[in-house]
């Protein structure tokens, strides 16, 4: 609002009004989830947390911080996280990233180390769940099995979400992989069905959300990838 200079009498009827006015503005649906894009996008600092998780053979699908996940407090440092260090300079806020064709293209591939296919125990980037609407605020990169089936079996599962439980509002699938989200732990309660690239079958590209719907919205506390 500009400053203004008005005697006290007319600023209060200008209050008066707009807190008449108020209530049909503020009725609109307006999902707070849904952060609009910036307009100093790329210049944000960092907010939020953001948590790389690995979920690779042998390892469990629950969450032990400091040993299969840690947290920092950029984007860039938890991709670095999730890709095993072969992805280092992504931006710093997720929202800026998944703008960028070149992150897209440098996480699916990932899948191709020196020329030959990643095997199922290595580091693959095969999703990344988002806070806000269109990818924003906190985020949790996840590193697990690629999907190399066709989507025939479950990859790699998250049973119990170390971080953003109950907070999710978009996020994105690389790798070919189908992701599910369950509004209980344990791929339990209510879902969304399998979303994604209709065939993985071991290839390379992403399918990305910028909504998980009013129905899920803020409420998955598990996930799957095929
Ligand atoms: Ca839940």
């Excluded at 992989?177 to 690239?197: E, P, R, S």
């Amino acid at each position: 609002m500009r400053s203004l200079t008005m005697p006290a009498a007319v600023v209060s009827t200008v209050v008066a009004l707009s807190m008449a006015l108020a209530p049909a503005a503020s009725a609109a649906p307006s999902p707070s989830d849904v952060a609009a894009p910036s307009p100093r996008t790329g210049q944000a600092p960092p907010t939020g947390k953001h948590c790389a998780i690995h979920l690779t053979a042998g390892k469990s699908s629950v969450a032990v911080p400091g040993e299969n996940m840690i947290c920092y407090r950029t984007f860039t440092e938890a991709i670095a996280d999730a890709s095993g260090g072969r992805i280092t300079d992504a931006p710093r806020d997720p929202a800026t990233a998944v703008a960028d064709p070149e992150f897209d293209r440098r996480v699916n591939a990932l899948s191709q180390i020196n020329g030959r296919t990643a095997a199922l125990d290595e580091d693959v980037i095969i999703g990344i769940e988002y806070e806000h609407g269109n990818f924003g605020g906190s985020s949790l990169a996840v590193a697990g099995h690629r999907c190399p089936d066709n989507h025939g079996s479950v990859e790699t599962t998250l049973a119990v979400l170390p971080s953003l439980d109950n907070a999710i509002s978009s996020y994105s699938v690389y790798s070919g992989c189908q992701v599910i989200h369950f509004a209980d732990t344990y791929f339990k309660g209510a879902f969304t069905g399998w979303l994604g690239h209709q065939s993985g079958n071991g290839h390379t590209y992403s399918s990305y959300f910028p909504w998980i719907g009013s129905t899920m919205n803020d409420k998955t506390s598990s996930i799957a990838w095929r």
